[in-house]
Nanobody, 125 residues
Framework: EVQLVESGGGLVQPGGSLRLSCAASGYTYGRACMGWFRQAPENEREGVAAFGTDGAATYADSVKGRFTIFYDNAKNTLYLQMNNLKPEDTAKYYC???????????????????WGQGTQVTVSS
């Protein structure tokens, strides 16, 4: 059984940084098809950063240059380093193992998706 457990959210001032972690168990494909999406109340889900089936990273335009996705093979843990955070980054962030996850708005999740429970990120002064 695949389990994804996020941590690292919190309250941060604009311009600050946070690092989200996602500990993965039972997922045997490394970083392939793993990524992060977010959802704010009354907004669509937005794929933020993801590794494709080839392991290449992609980023939503809204976070490009500020967020970095990376994976630690030894720890089976996915990370999202978020720098220069803005109020519009406020959302609940979810780790996903899903080859249907693409960056941008409108992510719905495939029938075979695995999601974590989410971690809240609030950017406010």
């Amino acid at each position: 059984e695949v389990q994804l457990v996020e941590s690292g959210g919190g309250l941060v001032q604009p311009g600050g940084s946070l690092r989200l972690s996602c500990a993965a168990s039972g997922y045997t494909y490394g970083r392939a098809c793993m990524g992060w999406f977010r959802q704010a109340p009354e907004n669509e889900r937005e794929g933020v950063a993801a590794f494709g089936t080839d392991g290449a990273a992609t980023y939503a335009d809204s976070v490009k240059g500020r967020f970095t996705i990376f994976y630690d093979n030894a720890k089976n843990t996915l990370y999202l380093q978020m720098n220069n955070l803005k109020p519009e980054d406020t959302a609940k962030y979810y780790c996903a193992a899903d080859c249907a996850l693409k960056v941008g708005l409108g992510y719905a999740g495939s029938p075979a998706h695995y999601w974590g429970q989410g971690t809240q990120v609030t950017v406010s002064s």
